[in-house]
């Protein structure tokens, strides 16, 4: 069964410890994805969709202006309209994104960086942001979430779901990349130079399929 898009939120909260979200997920093979973006002086207690727990796949990365970022998934997931909650540490400013996708394999997003990459940039230097996949399964799908003071242009590998305040943006592959299996990009060109903070991703993987993707890398682009 293929992977294919299905639904996006994108919400921020404001002075607050928690939010909580209905969001509608339709179909088979169930995955859902979501991008946090909150300041350095908090982490991320917990998401959970339907009231089942999300995994962290990257946790408090650092991206420019001292923000931080964090991506979890679950597989799986309950359909119809329910609650994504996202609990943190302490009172904050954050915003959220969450993307779900049917067709999506088990095995995705384990292994921790054996199926994910990100780029951490405090400083918010260079043109370009790279992560890097190398998969062996056929058909698998990066979601990509994105932090920086702009929103991006001409990239790479990522069709873009939604973006919050123009400074936070998830989305995929969708439609240019990951049919074969073998190494595979995605990249992320902010309108403005000097603007990149965070750039986190993980792979999913189709139904049915084996999960086979061996150790990723992460690179800024400082030139053209």
Do not use: K
């Not at 796949?57 to 650092?62: E, L, Q, S, Y």
């Not at 309950?78 to 540490?89: A, Q």
């Not at 299996?181 to 603007?195: D, E, F, K, L, R």
């Amino acid at each position: 069964m293929a992977i294919a898009y299905d639904n996006v939120l994108a919400d921020t909260a404001r002075n607050a410890s928690s939010s909580t979200r209905a969001f509608t997920i339709t179909g088979s093979n169930t995955a859902i994805v979501v991008g946090i973006q909150h300041t350095s002086t908090r982490t991320v207690s917990s998401v959970t969709y339907a009231g089942t727990n999300l995994t962290q796949i990257h946790a408090n990365i650092a991206g420019e202006g001292g923000g931080r970022c964090d991506l979890w998934l679950l597989v799986g997931t309950s359909t119809g309209s329910n609650n994504v909650v996202v609990t943190m540490s302490g009172t904050d400013d954050f915003r959220e994104s969450a993307v779900s996708y049917t067709g999506v394999g088990t095995g995705s997003g384990t292994g921790g960086s054996d199926t994910s990459a990100y780029v951490s940039n405090p400083s918010s230097t260079g043109t370009s942001a790279t992560i890097s996949y190398t998969t062996t399964v056929a058909n698998t799908w990066g979601v990509a979430y994105s932090r920086s003071q702009n929103q991006a242009t001409a990239s790479t590998n990522l069709t873009y779901r939604n973006s919050v305040s123009g400074v936070v943006t998830i989305g995929d592959s969708a439609g240019s990349g990951f049919a074969a299996a073998g190494s595979h990009s995605q990249v992320y060109n902010p309108i403005t130079t000097n603007n990149i903070g965070a750039f986190l991703g993980v792979v999913i993987v189709p139904s049915g399929a084996s999960s086979s993707i061996v150790p990723s890398m992460a690179t800024l682009g400082v030139g053209a």
